[in-house]
């Protein structure tokens, strides 16, 4: 006979005990991935994953059966949540606030796969990031994605902009351009994003689009420049997503952004094994946010729009 499952482990994590049940219990069938694997990625991922969480209001998806049709979205802290668990209050709902790793494992003993963050730090009303949502219509697509990417950082690399890439964790990639701290609002983003847009959609019409209808789109990739607001969120850096092959929003050294770059390549059980050999392709997203000459580009932009 087998060994029984376990039915709960208690884990200390900076003086607190997290409680872990159904250590056993399968999550990503697919890829053999159960609970306490997706426990120990959190662990071991938690200084990568927790500098983007920090101080901002998250809402996750949980899974209550692993990956499958059953998930709801979560805003509201639960009245069950321990002690060391932080909440912000914004707009009547009690948010959780992901500050430490024992908030972490917490969550992800209650099967919240996906983290999406908003652009904003909770202490104040400035984003602290542009973030460029690129979305094909499928990953039979992804390549437009990649177009769109290499063709905003050559854009940002004009402008002498720091720009950083990952993939969404499931068809599409992300630019992320980080902001010097309180100095560029929402309205003034929306300057540069739509900028972007437009340059892309002149560039290739026949590869992007802006049109918000999916239908409409056709077989264009979507430069969702409108998704960089106040109150909408994105998937987090280094975030499982809830497909069945476990993928993760996984941030990419610009050198390998190619032609052949597939959003397959990163599910959840080669991420340590890539960091070990890669490194962290965000290591220096916070703190090129003070050498950003965005002021000058949101001024010509102002000044463009008049």
């Not at 290499?150 to 002498?160: G, P, Q, S």
């Not at 050198?255 to 990163?266: D, G, R, Y």
Request: proline share 7%; charged share 25%; with cysteine.
């Amino acid at each position: 006979m087998g060994k029984p499952a376990k039915e709960q482990l208690n884990v200390q994590v900076n003086g607190d005990v997290v409680t872990i049940t159904s250590p056993d219990k399968p999550l990503w069938p697919t890829v053999g991935v159960n609970k306490i694997e997706y426990i120990n990625y959190l662990s071991k991922m938690a200084s990568y994953i927790l500098p983007f969480l920090r101080d901002r209001a998250l809402t996750v998806i949980r899974y209550p059966h692993g990956v499958g049709e059953e998930r709801f979205y979560q805003k509201n802290c639960p009245d069950y949540a321990p002690e060391y668990v932080r909440t912000v209050r914004e707009e009547d709902i009690d948010y959780i606030v992901c500050n430490n790793l024992q908030t972490l494992l917490w969550l992800g003993n209650q099967l919240a796969f996906e983290f999406h963050i908003p652009f904003r730090f909770t202490h104040n009303t400035y984003p602290s990031e542009i973030v460029m949502d690129l979305d094909p219509p499928s990953r039979n697509d992804f390549i437009l994605s990649v177009e769109a990417a290499l063709m905003i950082k050559e854009v940002c690399d004009n402008l002498h902009l720091k720009s950083f890439v990952k993939t969404s964790g499931n068809k599409g990639m992300q630019i992320y351009i980080p902001l010097p701290d309180n100095q560029i609002s929402f309205e003034e983003s929306r300057l540069f994003t739509e900028f972007l847009a437009h340059y892309l959609i002149e560039r290739e019409p026949r590869w992007f689009t802006i049109e918000r209808l999916k239908k409409n789109r056709g077989n264009k990739c979507y430069i969702d420049y409108i998704q960089h607001a106040e109150g909408k969120t994105i998937i987090a850096p280094y975030s499982v997503r809830g497909n069945d092959d476990a993928l993760v929003a996984a941030p990419l050294h610009w050198q390998e952004v190619s032609q052949s770059l597939k959003p397959e390549f990163f599910p959840l059980p080669v991420m340590e094994q890539r960091m070990k050999e890669k490194g962290n392709p965000f290591e220096t997203f916070f703190t090129s946010k003070h050498s950003q000459p965005i002021t000058a580009v949101i001024s010509a932009l102002k000044e463009k729009s008049l």
